[in-house]
RNA sequence: GCCUCGGUGGCGGAAUAGGUAGACGCACAGGACUUAAAAUCCUGAGGUAUCUAAUACCGUGCCGGUUCGAUUCCGGCUCGAGGCACCA
């Protein structure tokens, strides 16, 4: 028999979907619903890593079952093509970072296609072309012109190595998200859009997506926006009008501030600086400190004292003014009260610094002393020393706190968020022009929309040295769009994160000239399931709610999210060979048989870890497809774990996906020729054996069904069909009737389209050789009949006293009067049942009896 | 410290409106085929005890609860992964 020439059938499939067009989505086909299948569109770094593939994969199952349960699926792909590294690879081999990222392009979307995806590529976009960008840039404009984009000079996030501002989200452990340096702190003007306006939007709508969306990502948002609702209390500078509000949870705590910090960057600390220059020095310094070091919970607090103080408008008191290090300007009002007695920060301060404690919350033993006190007192209790707020219960307080202050004029509720604007200009080349110019008269001006795009120039140096965009004599110079007279043009370009924050709107009409994006999204959005990883839960995914929101403000869509369902799917990972010795990673295409390090030959330090570049553990896509075949390779990576979970790449499991696929191939060949295209069952003259195939086929399409209807846990889905596949070896034997052969034939074909989602191109070419000339992936989904997954005969377990004892087959229907006597007649049951009282007899039918007794 | 998720054989993982734990696959062992190997096929297997079978007991991180019955529900721990973290 022959084996499955997969490197042949794989070539002559893909040659005909793309020749036939075979996964184009006409958007008129009538009575079907709209479904839009959506996989983060990649970078195009050059070549797809094992990431990818499982990500595509995920949606390619989905959109394939989908297409063949009457949905129309819109299932686009695209590429995310701005970006530094092709900048950086401009810089090194002297060429255009276009010619970078088109030669990746096509390297990527060939190997894409050579895993069988079924993308409409007619919808492909690349968000570097000026097709594309002008739609950001136009919505730039639309959003300045709704005061959602605005210019402002601020303390900005710095990345030294790329030479780039970057936004707060793009900012891990005080690192750059793309090359790890140390982020440092400049002053610059930048641009920025006011995600903050929409915080509390962003927060509410996180509820119209539970169940959608992981908990995980729906926690991590609501986290990253940080509402906190508290009070503001304005104390006031002692001898003159200055108000300084500070924001607190905890105004019942107001009798115990013996302090006030404020922010170095503080609007009154140069007022501050004037009365009293002494410590004019030590603020510059703390304002010097790396800010990553500085608002870690593990540095020094330090501070200094003003010379100052202010009052406490609750009861009129006077407090020193401090300026402390680890006061944050940007969150709250960058001043803070202390509440040494309460708070565990504020009491090791006042400790270093022998400031003032005061309790105001007692313990239940009324044991508190703040000449005692070694840690503050952070729990609940009764207020003490509060005048007439003493003897309340702290937390019932606050409420009655905050009326008062309201009263006296002196505060009121309020909220605040940790959510920050999103930076979004950058100084670099390669991203979309800001379309702005500065004129000397006019000021900074927006371009016309008409003149839209502002293109990337061509005549560029790439040098190590700042933004190439302000060396290019034609881009720089340009005529102001308000009274056109020269002027120059701003060299900064968009956030990258721009580009992806709008793309999938985009693949509706991907080649609308005259509008962002024509009417039709409407019917398609939002994205039926999204799927990608879980690393953009507050970069991407936060950046595309907003857009969504603001475009729906401005009326070009009606929907408020934009992914209705998000999976995320796990990591991939693989084994890492690490010498402890040579202190070198290694792949396993470099090692030999026995695993020891090449260059010393110790053993090696073997752990699954994720796949990456430093550890040097991927695994080439392209290799596994060329050793075992496409089929094979989404085989294995859909099986090995359920698709939110991290999955351990196993050569040795891919050969058992490979091997499977070979028993599915012999099978198919064994019986080809018994019957062709013949589809009716009469069930009465099926053989025993037959009848029992049947109804496992109809068990095993429910089950399929319901393994991706449910949760797309594609792991025991195939679980299934694997397991029916070898319960018809084990029968195929004492198959007899001629029926059982017609029989044969339906098993293979519904085998056959069960498993077309998942392997594409064996499943096409066994379709074929089955006698169908149409595409398989275009043919209904199996339908299973609920009364052939019953069954007549159950087995029940039987129980004495909750322990299994002994198996009953019996009838489905059979009464509790029947299965009571069956059960009693079981010798291993009777043997426990000597001698013994019987209390009662629990009966859950086709399930178990539980016999129990004294 | 806070938030989210998770802990089941040698391994990846099944099974939860509470009802026969370990499907499917990998690895392993034995056998068949072969001059031999590979490939393929068949068989076996949670652990402990007994020579084997039969059997008994133990078993879903730990302790306790509810129940005829708990991997599943409840309470308390513990360990691991990920995220946030001086947020006032």
Same mark, same amino acid.
């Given at each position: 028999?022959?084996?499955?020439?997969?490197?042949?059938?794989?070539?002559?499939?893909?040659?005909?979907?793309?020749?036939?067009?075979?996964?184009?989505?006409?958007? =008129?086909?009538?009575?079907k619903?709209?479904?839009? &299948?959506l996989?983060?569109?990649?970078?195009?770094?050059?070549?797809?890593?094992?990431?990818?593939?499982?990500n595509?994969?995920?949606?390619?199952?989905?959109?394939?079952?989908?297409?063949?349960?009457?949905?129309?699926?819109?299932?686009?792909?695209?590429?995310?093509?701005?970006? %530094?590294?092709?900048?950086?690879?401009?810089?090194?081999?002297?060429?255009?970072?276009?010619v970078?990222?088109? =030669?990746?392009?096509?390297n990527?979307?060939?190997?894409?296609?050579?895993?069988?995806?079924?993308?409409?590529?007619?919808?492909?976009?690349?968000?570097?072309?000026?097709?594309?960008?002008?739609?950001?840039?136009?919505?730039?404009?639309?959003?300045?012109?709704?005061?959602?984009?605005?210019?402002?000079?601020?303390?900005?996030?710095?990345?030294?190595?790329?030479?780039?501002?970057?936004?707060?989200?793009? &900012?891990?452990?005080?690192?750059?998200?793309?090359?790890?340096?140390?982020?440092?702190?400049?002053?610059?003007?930048?641009?920025?859009?006011?995600?903050?306006?929409?915080?509390?939007?962003?927060?509410?709508?996180?509820?119209?997506?539970?169940?959608?969306?992981?908990?995980?990502?729906?926690?991590?948002?609501?986290?990253?926006?940080?509402?906190?609702?508290?009070?503001?209390?304005?104390?006031?500078?002692?001898?003159?009008?200055?108000?300084?509000?500070?924001?607190?949870?905890?105004?019942?705590?107001?009798? @115990?501030v013996?302090?006030?910090?404020?922010?170095?960057?503080?609007?009154?600390?140069?007022?501050?600086?004037?009365?009293?220059?002494?410590?004019?020095?030590?603020?510059?310094?703390?304002?010097?400190?790396?800010?990553?070091?500085?608002?870690?919970?593990?540095?020094?607090?330090?501070?200094?004292?003003?010379?100052?103080?202010?009052?406490?408008? +609750?009861?009129?008191?006077?407090?020193?003014?401090? +300026?402390?290090?680890?006061?944050?300007?940007?969150?709250?009002?960058?001043?803070?009260?202390?509440?040494?007695? $309460?708070?565990?920060?504020?009491?090791?301060?006042?400790?270093?610094?022998?400031?003032?404690?005061?309790?105001?919350?007692?313990?239940?033993?009324?044991?508190l002393?703040?000449?005692?006190?070694?840690?503050?007192?952070?729990?609940?209790?009764?207020?003490?020393?509060?005048?007439?707020?003493?003897?309340?219960?702290?937390?019932?307080?606050?409420?009655?706190?905050?009326?008062?202050?309201?009263?006296?004029?002196?505060?009121?509720?309020?909220?605040?968020?940790?959510?920050?604007?999103?930076?979004?200009?950058?100084?670099?080349?390669?991203?979309?022009?800001?379309?702005?110019?500065?004129?000397?008269?006019? @000021?900074?001006?927006?371009?016309?929309?008409?003149? %839209?795009?502002?293109?990337?120039?061509q005549?560029?140096?790439?040098?190590?040295?700042?933004?190439?965009?302000?060396?290019?004599?034609?881009?720089?110079?340009?005529?102001?769009?308000?009274?056109?007279?020269?002027?120059?043009?701003?060299?900064?370009?968009?956030?990258?994160?721009?580009?992806?924050?709008?793309?999938?709107?985009r693949?509706?009409? #991907?080649?609308?000239?005259?509008?962002?994006?024509?009417?039709?999204?409407?019917?398609?959005m #939002?994205?039926?399931?999204?799927?990608?990883?879980?690393?953009?839960?507050v970069?991407?995914?936060?950046? =595309?709610?907003?857009?969504?929101?603001?475009?729906?403000?401005? @009326?070009?869509?009606?929907?408020?999210?934009?992914?209705?369902?998000?999976?995320?799917?796990?990591?991939?990972?693989?084994?890492?060979?690490?010498?402890?010795?040579?202190?070198?990673?290694?792949?396993?295409?470099?090692?030999?048989?026995r695993?020891?390090?090449?260059?010393?030959?110790?053993?090696?330090?073997?752990?699954?870890?994720?796949?990456?570049?430093?550890?040097?553990?991927?695994?080439?896509?392209?290799?596994?497809?060329?050793?075992?075949g496409?089929?094979?390779?989404?085989?294995?990576?859909?099986?090995?774990?359920?698709?939110?979970?991290?999955?351990?790449?196993?050569?040795?499991?891919?050969?058992?996906a490979?091997?499977?696929?070979?028993?599915?191939?012999?099978?198919?060949?064994?019986n080809?020729?018994?019957?062709q295209?013949?589809?009716? *069952?009469?069930?009465?003259?099926?053989?025993?054996?037959?009848?029992?195939?049947?109804?496992?086929?109809?068990?095993?399409?429910?089950?399929?069904?319901?393994?991706?209807?449910?949760?797309?846990?594609?792991?025991?889905?195939?679980?299934?069909?694997?397991?029916?596949?070898?319960? &018809?070896?084990?029968?195929?034997?004492?198959?007899?009737?001629?029926?059982?052969?017609?029989?044969?034939? $339906?098993?293979?074909?519904?085998?056959?389209?069960?498993?077309?989602?998942?392997?594409?191109?064996?499943?096409?070419?066994?379709?074929?050789?089955?006698?169908?000339?149409?595409? +398989?992936?275009?043919?209904?989904?199996?339908?299973?009949?609920?009364?052939?997954?019953?069954?007549? *005969?159950?087995?029940?377990?039987?129980?004495?006293?909750?322990?299994?004892?002994?198996?009953?087959?019996?009838?489905?229907?059979?009464?509790?009067?029947?299965?009571?006597?069956?059960?009693?007649? *079981?010798?291993?049951?009777?043997k426990y049942?000597?001698?013994?009282?019987?209390?009662?007899?629990?009966?859950?039918?086709?399930?178990?009896?539980?016999?129990?007794?004294?």
């Amino acid at each position: 028999m022959e084996k499955f020439d997969f490197i042949n059938s794989e070539i002559f499939f893909r040659e005909k979907w793309k020749n036939n067009n075979a996964f184009k989505q006409y958007t =008129a086909v009538a009575g079907k619903e709209n479904y839009y &299948v959506l996989e983060m569109l990649p970078y195009p770094s050059g070549k797809l890593h094992m990431g990818h593939v499982r990500n595509y994969t995920i949606g390619d199952v989905v959109a394939r079952y989908k297409t063949m349960n009457h949905f129309n699926v819109l299932h686009p792909m695209g590429w995310d093509s701005f970006g %530094l590294p092709a900048e950086n690879a401009a810089i090194q081999n002297g060429s255009h970072p276009a010619v970078w990222t088109f =030669a990746n392009i096509e390297n990527m979307k060939r190997q894409l296609n050579l895993l069988g995806f079924s993308y409409d590529w007619e919808r492909e976009i690349a968000t570097c072309t000026p097709e594309y960008y002008r739609w950001n840039q136009w919505l730039f404009i639309k959003m300045f012109e709704k005061g959602l984009a605005y210019k402002k000079k601020a303390s900005v996030n710095w990345c030294p190595h790329d030479k780039t501002v970057l936004a707060n989200e793009q &900012v891990e452990n005080g690192c750059c998200w793309r090359c790890g340096t140390n982020v440092i702190q400049k002053d610059l003007e930048q641009w920025f859009f006011k995600i903050t306006d929409y915080s509390e939007e962003l927060l509410q709508d996180l509820s119209l997506l539970e169940g959608g969306w992981p908990d995980k990502v729906l926690a991590m948002q609501k986290n990253w926006i940080g509402k906190s609702q508290g009070t503001q209390v304005d104390f006031t500078l002692e001898g003159s009008d200055s108000k300084i509000p500070v924001f607190t949870t905890r105004p019942d705590t107001l009798y @115990g501030v013996t302090y006030v910090v404020l922010a170095p960057e503080h609007p009154l600390v140069s007022h501050i600086l004037s009365i009293n220059p002494s410590i004019k020095a030590g603020v510059e310094t703390m304002k010097s400190e790396d800010r990553f070091e500085r608002s870690s919970e593990f540095s020094e607090k330090h501070g200094l004292y003003t010379g100052q103080n202010v009052i406490n408008p +609750i009861n009129g008191e006077s407090v020193p003014l401090w +300026i402390g290090n680890y006061v944050l300007m940007d969150y709250g009002t960058g001043a803070v009260m202390a509440v040494p007695a $309460h708070d565990t920060r504020d009491f090791q301060f006042a400790k270093k610094y022998s400031l003032e404690i005061k309790v105001v919350i007692q313990n239940s033993n009324n044991s508190l002393c703040a000449t005692s006190m070694e840690t503050a007192y952070t729990e609940e209790g009764t207020l003490v020393n509060s005048a007439q707020f003493s003897g309340l219960q702290n937390r019932e307080s606050i409420e009655k706190f905050t009326l008062h202050l309201s009263e006296i004029r002196a505060g009121d509720f309020t909220t605040k968020y940790k959510l920050r604007d999103w930076l979004v200009s950058r100084q670099r080349y390669w991203g979309t022009p800001i379309p702005f110019v500065y004129c000397e008269n006019c @000021g900074m001006v927006a371009e016309k929309l008409e003149n %839209l795009p502002i293109a990337l120039p061509q005549d560029i140096e790439f040098t190590e040295n700042g933004n190439p965009l302000s060396t290019s004599e034609s881009f720089m110079n340009c005529s102001c769009p308000k009274c056109g007279k020269s002027a120059k043009r701003e060299t900064d370009t968009m956030d990258t994160f721009v580009d992806s924050s709008w793309y999938y709107f985009r693949y509706i009409t #991907p080649h609308e000239d005259n509008a962002m994006f024509g009417d039709s999204v409407n019917k398609w959005m #939002p994205v039926n399931q999204y799927i990608g990883g879980v690393e953009h839960a507050v970069l991407h995914l936060l950046y =595309a709610r907003f857009f969504t929101k603001v475009l729906r403000d401005i @009326g070009m869509v009606t929907h408020a999210e934009p992914f209705t369902n998000l999976l995320t799917q796990g990591m991939v990972l693989s084994n890492s060979y690490f010498c402890p010795d040579c202190k070198l990673y290694f792949n396993l295409t470099e090692l030999n048989e026995r695993k020891t390090c090449p260059k010393c030959n110790l053993p090696l330090t073997v752990k699954m870890e994720k796949m990456s570049k430093s550890k040097n553990n991927g695994i080439d896509p392209e290799r596994i497809i060329s050793e075992f075949g496409a089929d094979a390779a989404r085989l294995f990576i859909l099986f090995a774990a359920p698709p939110e979970r991290e999955l351990e790449w196993s050569e040795n499991g891919l050969m058992g996906a490979s091997r499977f696929l070979s028993k599915y191939w012999n099978f198919i060949q064994e019986n080809l020729n018994v019957y062709q295209n013949i589809d009716f *069952i009469s069930v009465e003259t099926l053989s025993s054996s037959g009848k029992d195939l049947l109804k496992n086929l109809h068990k095993t399409i429910k089950k399929v069904t319901r393994s991706i209807e449910d949760n797309f846990h594609f792991n025991t889905a195939i679980a299934c069909v694997m397991e029916y596949l070898n319960l &018809v070896s084990s029968l195929k034997s004492s198959l007899s009737t001629e029926e059982d052969k017609k029989l044969i034939f $339906h098993i293979m074909k519904n085998l056959t389209l069960l498993l077309q989602p998942f392997v594409p191109f064996i499943t096409a070419k066994i379709f074929i050789d089955l006698g169908y000339t149409q595409d +398989i992936h275009t043919i209904d989904w199996p339908k299973y009949k609920e009364s052939l997954t019953v069954d007549n *005969i159950v087995k029940m377990g039987v129980q004495v006293n909750g322990k299994l004892r002994g198996e009953l087959e019996i009838a489905a229907d059979a009464s509790e009067e029947v299965i009571k006597s069956e059960a009693l007649k *079981i010798d291993k049951v009777g043997k426990y049942l000597e001698n013994v009282e019987i209390i009662k007899i629990i009966i859950i039918k086709k399930r178990i009896v539980n016999i129990v007794i004294k």
